[in-house]
């Protein structure tokens, strides 16, 4: 792969649009390859987010359903959210898991991040995975919030994907960081 390491120069930047949850800015950048201006729209995101693969002692996955306004309907996701502001990913994926569940256990921490849209947005997704986890307090839902909980056998969440039950990008993400460390403690489990 072949990469210049060449940044695009940013001449302009202008807010078109603030919210609570992110701003839209207009940027014109020059190609650092033909030299030309060029318009793109950046969404900036305040803060980064986090996912959680919470997993109970008998290995069910611990889901929740959240009606999205983009999608207008309830979606299959993991617990996550918006990461405060100075807040490490470990500490907001058990707050979030918590808060979104009452669900807490042990062993957490990070298995993966992702760049949620790079063409648009810069924050970063975190994944944390957190074993052995159990319902220990009620849920404490934001006021725009709107979920329920639910046990997944682990080993169901596959057909869940191909027949299109689970959709959400980032849940799709953090399964995929999930898989590939369970993969490998697989693979670590045979050398042993």
């Known amino acids: 792969m072949e990469d210049n390491g060449k940044g695009w120069e940013i001449v302009s930047r202008q ?29 900036d995101c305040a803060n980064s987010w986090v996912t959680v693969i919470a997993l109970t002692k008998s290995d069910e996955l611990i889901v929740i359903r959240q009606y999205r306004h983009g999608s207008r309907q309830f979606e299959f996701e993991v617990p996550g959210g918006c990461m405060d502001e100075g807040e490490d990913p470990l500490a907001a994926g058990i707050r979030e898991l918590r808060e979104e569940t009452g669900y807490a256990g042990e062993k957490a921490r990070i298995i993966g991040k992702v760049r949620p849209n790079p063409a648009l947005q810069g924050n970063w997704c975190y994944t944390v995975f957190i074993e052995g986890v159990e319902k220990t307090e009620d849920i404490d839902m934001d006021d725009g919030e709107d979920i329920f909980t639910i046990k997944i056998p682990c080993n169901r969440i596959e057909d869940m994907i191909r027949c299109g039950d689970i959709t959400h990008g980032l849940m799709l993400n953090a399964i995929l960081f999930y898989k590939l460390l369970r993969e490998k403690a697989v693979k670590k489990g045979f050398r042993e």
Request: with cysteine; charged share 25%; glycine share 4%.
């Open 15 to 43: 807010c078109l649009l603030k919210t609570p949850v992110f701003d839209i800015y207009e940027e014109k950048s020059t190609c650092p390859r033909n030299g030309k201006v060029s318009n793109f729209n950046i969404i």
